[in-house]
Each structure stands twice: as C-alpha cells, then as structure tokens.
C-alpha cells in the first residue's frame, strides 16, 4: 500500500507563499488520484484540491485562483503551491492518495474515495 508523506508546512505572514509536497511511500501514487484536505481546529475537514493522473485538476471554492496543485509522476510526488495566503487557510494539511481509480468530478472532492492518508503538515498564516 502506498504512504503519502507531506513536507513543507510552516508559518507565514498573510500574502505569502507556501508549497507543500507530497510524496508516495511504499509503492507509487500510480495513476489513482491525489488529493490535498485541511483541518482547522473543529471536526470538519474541507476539501482542498486534488488532480488525476493526468492533470486533471480540482479546487475547494476557498482557493480556487490562489492555489495550484501538480503531479510529477516520474517523482511520485504531488505538490501545492499556496498563494496569497489568509489567516484563514491556517490548518493542518493532509494529503490523501485514492485506492480507485475514478473519473467523477464529484468524487475527487470526497473524503471517502481517498484509502491512504499522511499525518498532515501545519500551515500557520499570521495575520
């Protein structure tokens, strides 16, 4: 099974630029789709974006034009670049790595299609 593992978390004023990586660990992401989910503090985890094998991509209404996510499958590893950044995108970031294969716009946005989760990577935005 594979194991998504992220890095690049951090604290940054608002306006500023992040980018967080998640790469496989285990076995390959292979060409299942990858998405990234944020927990602030509270029990809900919001969608954030996720991208198919083959660059299809997807956005939370929140970010949408302020974050991009990319996949470098030679790599197995995807990225977020987060731009101007607000204290409200502040949360834990999980990146999560379907165990389907699935075409749906629909599903890339549900929790429940993802089988494989890291332990998150922190963004702090201060305002």
């Known amino acids: 099974q594979v ?3 992220e890095s690049g978390g951090g604290l940054v004023q608002a ?3 992040l980018k967080l990586s998640c790469a496989a660990s285990g076995r390959t992401f292979n060409t299942y789709p990858v998405g990234w989910f944020r927990q602030a503090p509270g029990p ?3 969608f954030v974006a996720a991208i198919s094998w ?3 991509s997807y ?3 929140s970010v949408k034009g302020r974050f991009a996510i990319s996949r470098d499958n030679a790599k197995n590893t995807v990225f ?3 731009n101007s950044l607000k204290p409200e995108d502040t949360a834990v970031y999980y ?3 379907a165990n389907l294969y699935f075409t749906s ?3 890339f946005r549900q929790q429940d299609k993802y089988g494989y989760w890291g332990q998150g990577t922190q963004v702090t935005v201060s305002s």
Do not use: K, T
């Open 44 to 46: 809900e985890r919001e």
């Open 59 to 61: 956005y939370g209404a």
């Open 15 to 17: 306006g500023g630029s």
């Open 3 to 5: 194991r998504p593992v």
């Open 95 to 97: 990146c999560a790595a």
């Open 105 to 107: 716009p629909y599903y």
């Open 54 to 56: 083959n660059d299809d």
């Open 80 to 82: 977020l670049q987060m």
